[in-house]
């Protein structure tokens, strides 16, 4: 492990989204512990029960409160929670969650199961506004803090693999925007999303055709896709002291992929 700057001492904050060691939450999590912060681990109570989470709560010597994120109650006790525990207002929150009923059963956009797309947009998206409201109402974010959500570029663009989770992630964004706004004026909290290269990870596997998508966004990217350390790099950054006037924005971390049309690689592929 390399030495950290403390680029987030003495800072607070929640971690929601890591369930294995490939989980760009996980990631940011040891990287955060690496520049200094002190933070709560959460995830749903049935992504707990395997227990690797234990391990990384030892390893960054953090408390875990189990909380499903589509669930007011719960995000309750664990935002206030965590401020008990942590012995202060939060300076940072990471929302790492992402869930279709619909991409897991393989069920196609032109085919989708109402039910699912519920669940996809409240486990998704509307979760990021059930945490920014239980924060806002229990007035349990510091100034200046910072809260960071994953999104993925088929919020602008079409990619059909991604199913309903672009709608998910257009919606994210707008919530950031909106909840940005509100955040920003009552008490210059930043609200702002990551839009981060395919990554090999539990969520990002279960997409269709995601092993040769994520070959092929090598291939269009002029620096190739970006990691999960890589992610949690960024994303501690966006927690520092340093980027305190970057808020409502969609920040893209992908190596270059959303801004190239087609790159020589490919064109050599296709014998261009
Ligand atoms: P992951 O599978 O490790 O993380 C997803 C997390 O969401 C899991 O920890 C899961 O337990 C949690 N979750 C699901 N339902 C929940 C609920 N009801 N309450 C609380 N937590 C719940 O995968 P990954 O890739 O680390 O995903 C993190 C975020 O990054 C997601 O928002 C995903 O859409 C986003 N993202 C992922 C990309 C990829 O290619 N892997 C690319 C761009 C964005």
Not at 23 to 49: C, M, Q, Y
Not at 62 to 70: E, G, K, L
Not at 152 to 171: C, E, H, I, T, W
Not at 203 to 224: H, R, T
Request: aromatic share 10%.
């Amino acid at each position: 492990m390399t030495m950290g700057n403390n680029l987030l001492k003495g800072k607070r904050g929640i971690i929601f989204g890591a369930l294995d060691e490939h989980s760009i939450a996980w990631k940011t999590a040891e990287k955060a512990h690496e520049e200094g912060a002190k933070f709560v681990l959460t995830n749903a109570p049935i992504a707990l029960r395997m227990g690797a989470l234990n391990k990384l709560a030892e390893e960054t010597g953090s408390t875990i409160i189990p909380a499903d994120a589509t669930d007011n109650a719960e995000l309750e006790k664990l935002i206030a929670e965590a401020v008990e525990i942590l012995g202060g207002p939060l300076d940072f929150i990471l929302h790492s969650i992402g869930m279709s009923p619909n991409v897991r059963k393989g069920k196609p956009y032109t085919d989708l199961n109402y039910d699912w797309f519920h669940k996809t947009l409240d486990v998704s998206a509307m979760s990021l506004h059930r945490v920014l409201q239980t924060a806002y109402k229990l007035d349990a974010m510091a100034e200046w803090g910072s809260v960071i959500s994953l999104s993925f570029v088929a919020a602008q663009r079409a990619f059909p693999g991604y199913n309903d989770m672009a709608d998910a992630k257009s919606l994210m964004e707008s919530i950031t925007r909106n909840f940005g706004y509100q955040y920003g004026n009552a008490k210059k909290v930043r609200v702002n999303t990551i839009s981060q290269s395919p990554t090999l990870t539990t969520a990002g596997k279960g997409v269709g055709g995601f092993d040769q998508f994520i070959n092929f966004a090598e291939d269009i990217s002029p620096l190739g896709n970006a990691s999960a350390e890589q992610c949690a790099d960024y994303t501690v950054m966006m927690f520092s002291d340093y980027t305190r006037m970057v808020t409502m924005q969609n920040l893209f971390h992908d190596g270059g992929f959303s801004f190239t049309g087609i790159s020589e690689k490919v064109m050599k592929k296709y014998g261009m």
